[in-house]
Nanobody, 122 residues
Framework: QVQLIESGGGLVQAGGSLRLSCAAS????????MGWFRQAPGKEREFVAT????????AYSDSVKGRFTISRDNAKNTVYLHMNSLKPEDTAVYYC???????????????WGQGTQVTVSS
């Protein structure tokens, strides 16, 4: 069984930055692709970013490209989402997720975290 625990969310002003972390346990973390998703109130969950097992290949949604960066530290079993130039429309619960094979267009993941709230004030 895999456990994913997100942290780093909070309240930030528009234009500010946050770094989210997702710590994984229960499987060989370095073998798996990781992703970040978000869900705003009243909206469906949407893809944000994904990274392959090594950290060398990434993909982003158009809405965050150029502002967010996904990275991972396999020695720490942790994946990060660096968020810059935050906008009020980035407000959402952010979830990390794990899947066996990197697939930038895939939205089905095997394990999910509980989420961390990010609120961006205008």
């Amino acid at each position: 069984q895999v456990q994913l625990i997100e942290s780093g969310g909070g309240l930030v002003q528009a234009g500010g930055s946050l770094r989210l972390s997702c710590a994984a346990s229960g499987r060989p973390f370095s073998s798996y692709a990781m992703g970040w998703f978000r869900q705003a109130p009243g909206k469906e969950r949407e893809f944000v970013a994904t990274v392959n097992w090594s950290g060398g290949v990434t993909a982003y949604s158009d809405s965050v490209k150029g502002r967010f960066t996904i990275s991972r530290d396999n020695a720490k079993n942790t994946v990060y989402l660096h968020m810059n130039s935050l906008k009020p429309e980035d407000t959402a619960v952010y979830y990390c997720a794990l899947r066996r094979i990197y697939a930038p267009t895939a939205r089905q993941y095997d394990y999910w975290g509980q989420g961390t709230q990010v609120t961006v004030s205008s």
